[in-house]
C-alpha cells in the first residue's frame, strides 16, 4: 500500500498546481493551465464546481461521472437534493475503492469539489486526495505538485472578504512561487480562471473569466472594481493546444476537449 501511495503521489506532482480560495462574492478557482483545450476546472451542476490536477484521462472520467449523477439525482428528486458533500462522497468511494484493489493501478489525480452557498459561512470546499480520503477545507486550498509551499502562502495572506481581483491576483502569486523560493511571472495565457459567483442571476453560478477581463483583473489595484464586469460566458476562440500544455499526463487518445455537462445536460423539472 506504501508503494501505491507513493506511486499516486509521484504522479500527482509532475502536475502543475490548482488554487482554490473564498472570496467576498464565491468561490474562486485559479490554475497553471495554458492550455485552452483541455481545462482542469469545470462546472459540474448549478452551484458545484470540480478541479483536478494529475492524469487527465483519469481525472477527466471522474469528472464525466460526476456530471452524470449529479443530472440524474437532480431529475429524479431535486435540483437541491444535489451537493458536493453528496458528489466528494462518491467520489471517496471510487478513488478508495480503487486505490485499495491490486487489480488495477491507483488513480494520479487529486480532486476539489466546491459548492458556493448563500453567504461565505454556507461555502463548502473538500479535497480528496488519490486514497478516497474527504478532507474540509476552509479559505484557501492548493493541491499539486508544489502544494504545501502554495498553501503556507495562502495560510499566511489569504483573508475574509477579498476582492475577485484581490483573490485572483493572491492566487496568481501563489501559483508563481518556486521550490527554491524564487517567483515567475504568470500571465493571463498561462491561468485557467473560473468562479462560483453566488451573485449571479442565473440559477448556474459557474462561469470562466476570459481575455480582456481576466488580464483587466490582473491589472487592478484590488478595489473591486472589476468584480461585476463581463458576466457573460463567451469564450475567446480555442486555440490549438496539445495534451501536454497542461503540465499533467495525458494519455494519447484521452484529449477529446467537449466537457458534457458544462454547458448542457442541465435539466429542470
Not at 22 to 36: H, K, M, T, W
Not at 104 to 130: N, T
Not at 173 to 200: C, H, I, M, P, Y
Amino acid at each position: 500500500m506504501a508503494d501505491r501511495a507513493e506511486y499516486a503521489r509521484k504522479g500527482i506532482a509532475r502536475g502543475r498546481s490548482v488554487v482554490v480560495l473564498q472570496y467576498r462574492d464565491g468561490i474562486l478557482f485559479v490554475a497553471e493551465n495554458p492550455s485552452r483545450a483541455l481545462h482542469k476546472v469545470s462546472e459540474i451542476y448549478d452551484r458545484i464546481a470540480f478541479a483536478a490536477v494529475g492524469k487527465y484521462n483519469e481525472f477527466e472520467n471522474l469528472r464525466i461521472g460526476g456530471v452524470r449523477y449529479a443530472d440524474l439525482r437532480g431529475y429524479t428528486y431535486d435540483r437541491e437534493d444535489v451537493t458536493a458533500r453528496g458528489l466528494a462522497n462518491v467520489y471517496a468511494q471510487t478513488l478508495g475503492t480503487i486505490f485499495s484493489s491490486g487489480a488495477e493501478k491507483p488513480y494520479e489525480v487529486e480532486l476539489i469539489v466546491a459548492e458556493v452557498g448563500e453567504s461565505p459561512a454556507d461555502d463548502q470546499i473538500f479535497r480528496l486526495p488519490h486514497d478516497g480520503s474527504i478532507v474540509d477545507e476552509h479559505g484557501s486550498v492548493a493541491v499539486g505538485g508544489n502544494a504545501d509551499q502554495i498553501s503556507s502562502y495562502l495560510d499566511q495572506r489569504h483573508r475574509e472578504g477579498l476582492t475577485l481581483a484581490e483573490g485572483l491576483k493572491l492566487a496568481a502569486e501563489s501559483l508563481a512561487r518556486d521550490n527554491n523560493g524564487g517567483e515567475r511571472e504568470l500571465t493571463s495565457k498561462q491561468l485557467e480562471v473560473a468562479v462560483l459567483d453566488r451573485n449571479r442571476s442565473q440559477q448556474r453560478k459557474f462561469r470562466r473569466i476570459l481575455g480582456t477581463q481576466l488580464s483587466r483583473l490582473l491589472e487592478e489595484d484590488g478595489d473591486g472594481s472589476g468584480d461585476a464586469a463581463g458576466d457573460a460566458d463567451a469564450e475567446d476562440a480555442p486555440e490549438a493546444a496539445d495534451a501536454s500544455e497542461t503540465g499533467d499526463t495525458a494519455d494519447a487518445g484521452d484529449g477529446a476537449a467537449e466537457e458534457p455537462g458544462e454547458d448542457s445536460g442541465k435539466k429542470k423539472k
